[in-house]
């Protein structure tokens, strides 16, 4: 009985934070908030789904697949939003209007995709869309 109340909380749980995640994705404003909104809630959402699953089964078999997986996913889920969110700085995505500051803004170097603790050469930073910024977003209010 206390096993099956864990496994329904486990998997209820893992269902919320995807659902938050899946929310997280149509409401968030700009690619960067989009994607630290899906990588967290995605990848606590199926770890708990997982071990829900794990402790269902009650199999050491499925509890050593289960930790492999979520700590596969722990591992490569933020390195992929990170080298995402990198290319994707690097070629010019517009932050949200409401981003109080840039911290990579005339840090990254364009020729060699180095990110430079020093400021470097305007001629050198990767273009910007600022200008093309939409101006129409609920969120700006």
């Given at each position: 009985m206390?096993?099956?109340i ?7 749980g893992?269902a919320?934070?995807m ?14 908030l989009r994607?630290?909104s899906?990588a967290?809630?995605?990848t606590?959402g199926a770890?708990l789904?997982l ?6 089964f ?6 050593t697949?289960?930790?492999?997986i979520?700590?596969?996913l722990l591992?490569?889920?933020?390195v ?5 969110g990198r290319?994707a700085?690097?070629d ?5 209007k409401?981003?109080?500051?840039d911290?990579?803004?005339?840090h990254?170097r ?5 990110l ?15 200008d093309?910024i939409?101006?129409?977003?609920e969120?700006?209010?």
């Amino acid at each position: 009985m206390l096993r099956e109340i864990v496994v329904i909380v486990l998997i209820f749980g893992g269902a919320i934070f995807m659902a938050l995640a899946g929310l997280g994705m149509l409401r968030m404003p700009d690619l960067f908030l989009r994607m630290s909104s899906s990588a967290k809630a995605g990848t606590l959402g199926a770890g708990l789904i997982l071990m829900g699953a794990a402790v269902h089964f009650n199999d050491f078999g499925i509890y050593t697949r289960a930790f492999a997986i979520i700590v596969f996913l722990l591992l490569t889920a933020p390195v992929a939003a990170h080298m995402i969110g990198r290319a994707a700085h690097f070629d010019g995505v517009p932050l949200w209007k409401g981003t109080v500051q840039d911290d990579l803004k005339g840090h990254y170097r364009a020729s060699t995709h180095a990110l430079e603790s020093s400021t470097i050469p305007e001629n050198d930073c990767p273009a910007t869309d600022e200008d093309e910024i939409p101006d129409n977003s609920e969120f700006d209010r």
